[in-house]
């Protein structure tokens, strides 16, 4: 079992038989907000607006990833601007399971600026 520390936070993510080693420089909170609104949702009746706001305010490429608590990917989104919208279905079209899920952002190329959980109900 690996530990792997998030922005002062223990995050542990089982995957498969092993435990998920994410690696990543993560910003200072005071560059990106990032929020999500409702939380939990229910994604058989309505979407979550994700927004990202970050504090230079240029307008760079963000991708989203969703992944599921086994570490699995569910959805990838990548937008300009600041808000976008995830209507709990995965790569396929499917509904996601409801449950927990990470939202991960990242801009420039990749590096990580951001977590944060989001619920799916039913």
């Given at each position: 079992?690996?530990?792997?520390?998030?922005?002062?936070?223990?995050?542990?993510?089982?995957?498969?038989?092993?435990?998920?080693?994410?690696?990543?420089?993560?910003?200072?909170?005071?560059?990106?907000?990032?929020?999500?609104?409702?939380?939990?949702?229910?994604?058989?009746?309505?979407?979550?607006?994700?927004?990202?706001?970050?504090?230079?305010?240029?307008?760079v490429g963000i991708a989203?990833?969703?992944?599921d608590l086994f570490g699995?990917?569910?959805?990838?989104?990548?937008?300009?601007?600041?808000?976008?919208?995830?209507?709990?279905?995965?790569?396929?079209?499917?509904?996601?399971?409801?449950?927990?899920?990470i939202c991960v952002v990242?801009?420039?190329?990749?590096?990580?600026?951001?977590?944060?959980?989001?619920?799916?109900?039913?």
């Open positions: 079992m690996k530990h792997i520390n998030f922005l002062n936070y223990l995050l542990l993510i089982p995957f498969a038989s092993s435990i998920l080693l994410l690696t990543a420089s993560v910003a200072s909170s005071s560059d990106i907000f990032l929020s999500n609104y409702p939380n939990p949702f229910d994604s058989r009746k309505t979407s979550t607006s994700i927004l990202v706001k970050k504090s230079n305010q240029t307008d989203v990833k969703i992944f699995r990917p569910v959805k990838h989104l990548e937008f300009f601007g600041d808000t976008i919208l995830w209507d709990g279905r995965d790569e396929n079209g499917h509904y996601v399971a409801k449950g927990g899920y990242s801009v420039d190329g990749g590096k990580i600026v951001a977590l944060r959980k989001i619920g799916v109900i039913h």
